[in-house]
């Protein structure tokens, strides 16, 4: 069966996870307009630094912080190529962290895609409520379904 839009986008997101180099969350991220992708990122260290995969990982406060986060890259992307990721969709595997969350928001995305409810952080929620950008989450075999602050 071909599958819905989101859900296409949201396995592409998959596939670029593979690339990911922190193995405690590995995470893809394609930013969409108008059914193209624009940009796409994943979780690793930043150009020319040393991966987890290679050296471990840097642990503050139960997170590691030697990387980037799939959104952040995907919209440091989108910056390096010049291209403009306002109206766009975010699809990522992750519900994203309080900083890719406000990151997604000040790059004009409207409409956020996420598969796993990974640390699903109310305040980002509550940021996403508030820049009013349509959040769904969605499963492979259901249809989508939007989620809303409590």
């Known amino acids: 069966m ?12 998959y ?6 180099t922190c193995d405690r969350a590995q995470v893809g991220c394609v930013l969409v307009l108008d059914k193209r992708i624009l ?5 690793g260290s930043p150009t020319g630094q040393a991966h987890c995969d290679e050296v471990g990982h840097l642990m503050v406060d139960g997170h ?13 992307q989108a910056a390096l ?3 403009s990721t306002r109206g766009a969709t975010c699809y990522v595997t992750h519900f994203p ?5 406000k990151a997604l928001i000040n790059a004009g995305i409207v409409r956020l ?4 409810a990974y640390r699903l952080d109310e305040n980002a929620l509550q ?24």
């Open 39 to 43: 940009t796409t990122g994943f979780n």
């Open 113 to 116: 895609i996420y598969h796993v």
């Open 81 to 83: 190529h010049g291209v």
């Open 15 to 20: 596939a670029v996870s593979e690339r990911s």
């Open 127 to 150: 940021f996403l409520n508030a820049a009013n950008i349509e959040i769904q989450q969605v499963n492979f075999n259901e249809p989508a379904r939007t989620t809303q602050a409590t």
């Open 2 to 13: 071909r599958p819905d839009w989101d859900s296409y986008f949201i396995k592409i997101a």
């Open 97 to 101: 962290c309080i900083n890719c969350t």
């Open 64 to 76: 590691c912080v030697r990387t980037i986060h799939a959104e952040t890259n995907a919209i440091i």
